[in-house]
């Protein structure tokens, strides 16, 4: 049986959703500390002086990178991290399916499930409750590899709400 996750893997990606969450703080701190010396340096500046409104416009800018830069870093780079650290850790705690599966197509296009980036297989698989093969399609993780699964193959796999975990290759 084929783990496509090892122990580490979900250890590694929690550090780098804690080493992001630091490098926002110290970005949102050094704002903070910049926006500080910029209001202190406007307060001490005598009331008609010219240097006034470069300051307020320097105030504006750091206001404004901030706001942009947490919306990029919360929309793009963080809540992807987090999404795929969710993913594993519902992964590795969660129940676990076995089943026997025909491949009947493997798809190499790119979808975004649950924010987490993965390639489909169709595969057709016995359902008791219908008494009939049904199809069902499979996400495999865009991260790991699985270059050795094509149509026809019989695999044993191991899901978790439709994500591949495992698999098998039955041999013919």
Do not use: H
């Not at 122990?7 to 590694?12: H, L, P, Q």
């Amino acid at each position: 049986m084929r783990e496509l996750y090892q122990s580490d893997y979900v250890n590694r990606y929690l550090k780098l959703k804690k080493r992001m969450l630091i490098t926002y703080f110290v970005v949102m701190a050094l704002s903070i500390c910049a926006l500080a010396f910029i209001l202190i340096y406007y307060a001490t500046e005598p009331y008609q002086t010219s240097s006034r409104v470069p300051l307020m416009i320097a105030m504006f800018a750091v206001i404004v990178f901030f706001i942009i830069y947490s919306f990029i870093f919360f929309t793009i780079t963080y809540g992807r991290v987090r999404s795929y650290c969710n993913f594993l850790l519902f992964s590795v705690c969660a129940t676990r399916s076995t089943e026997k599966v025909t491949v009947l197509n493997v798809f190499n296009d790119i979808v975004d499930k649950n924010g987490v980036d993965c390639t489909r297989i169709e595969v057709l698989e016995w359902s008791d409750a219908e008494n009939d093969f049904v199809e069902r399609m499979i996400y495999v993780d865009n991260e790991v590899v699985v270059d050795d699964v094509f149509e026809g193959n019989i695999l044993t796999i191991v899901t978790n709400s439709n994500y591949l975990l495992a698999y098998n290759k039955e041999t013919a």
